[in-house]
């Protein structure tokens, strides 16, 4: 888990994950959208395929990559608890912000 956690933590991966999202896409539009070199980006990818946040399949002469959702859905999983966590203490504050905008007597 911490190993995506980890991938995630660079910006240019959480980008390329955005752009599968989409759909998916070969390795020659991801380096267009990126304005990354080829190199550069292949070694994004290589990143997330070890991760296992992407796959890649050959079409022809091309590799086009996919999202892969399962790790995706594993870290949404963990990530539970700490959402509730938070959510509990948004509803707090909400009630805190609701009853500071009380008149005073109005009850």
Do not use: C, N
Request: glycine residues 4%; charged residues 35%.
């Amino acid at each position: 888990m911490s190993s995506a956690f980890a991938v995630l933590a660079e910006p240019t991966r959480r980008r390329i994950l955005d752009l599968l999202l989409e759909r998916p896409r070969p390795v020659g539009e991801l380096v267009e959208r990126l304005g990354l070199t080829q190199p550069g980006t292949s070694k994004h990818l290589k990143v997330l395929r070890e991760a296992g946040l992407v796959h890649a399949r050959q079409e022809a002469q091309r590799r086009v990559y996919e999202l892969r959702l399962e790790p995706l859905a594993e870290m949404d999983a963990w990530l539970a608890p700490y959402r509730r966590a938070w959510s509990s203490r948004l509803d707090a504050l909400e009630d805190h912000l609701d009853r500071q905008d009380d008149p005073p007597g109005d009850d």
